[in-house]
C-alpha cells in the first residue's frame, strides 16, 4: 500500500519536472536568440537543463512498481543528477544576471534580464523538485531494516 502511494507522488513530481522541462525549453529559444551572448545563452544552459528535467521526471513516472530495485536506482540517480545540473543552472543564470556582459540587443535592454530571471526561478523550482523526488525514493531504497521483525535464530 504505501509504495502504491510513493509511485503516484513520484509520477506526479515526474510530471511537474516534464513541465518545468518544457517552461526551461520555450523561454530558452527567446533566450538564445535574443541575448546571444549572454553567459546562459553561451554555454546553451536552457536546452541542456531542459532536456534533462524532461528525461528525469519521464524516468520518475515510468516507475510503478518500487520492488525492482534497478528503477528505483534508475530514478534516484536520474533525480540526483537533475539536482546538480540544476545548480549548474542557478550559477550560469546568476552569473548572467550579475554580470550580463556585452550583447548586441541594445535597442530590447530588458530581455538579456527578464528571460535569465524567469529561468532561474524555473531551475529554483526544478532543484527543489529534484531534491523533493530524490529524498522520496531515498526513503524507500535506503530504509533500513524492519525493527519490529524477528529473525530466524
Known amino acids: 500500500m504505501a509504495s502504491k502511494g510513493l509511485s503516484g507522488h513520484l509520477s506526479s513530481l515526474g510530471v511537474t519536472q516534464i513541465m518545468l522541462g518544457l517552461i526551461q525549453l520555450t523561454f530558452g529559444i527567446p533566450l538564445f536568440f535574443i541575448a546571444r551572448h549572454a553567459h546562459g545563452s553561451a554555454f546553451a544552459t ?32 536520474a533525480n540526483a543528477f537533475s539536482a546538480v545540473v540544476a545548480g549548474i543552472g542557478i550559477i550560469e543564470y546568476s552569473r548572467n544576471l550579475c554580470y550580463p556582459g556585452s550583447y548586441y540587443a541594445t535597442w530590447r535592454p530588458a530581455a538579456p534580464f527578464t528571460l535569465p530571471a524567469i529561468l532561474q526561478y524555473y531551475t529554483v523550482v526544478e532543484l527543489i523538485m529534484a531534491i523533493g523526488c530524490a529524498i522520496l525514493i531515498g526513503s524507500h531504497l535506503f530504509r533500513c531494516c524492519n525493527i519490529n521483525s524477528v529473525s530466524p535464530a
Open 46 to 77: 536552457p536546452f541542456w537543463t531542459g532536456i534533462w528535467y524532461i528525461i528525469s521526471g519521464a524516468v520518475s513516472t515510468e516507475i510503478k512498481d518500487l520492488s525492482n530495485n534497478f528503477k528505483v536506482k534508475l530514478v534516484f540517480a
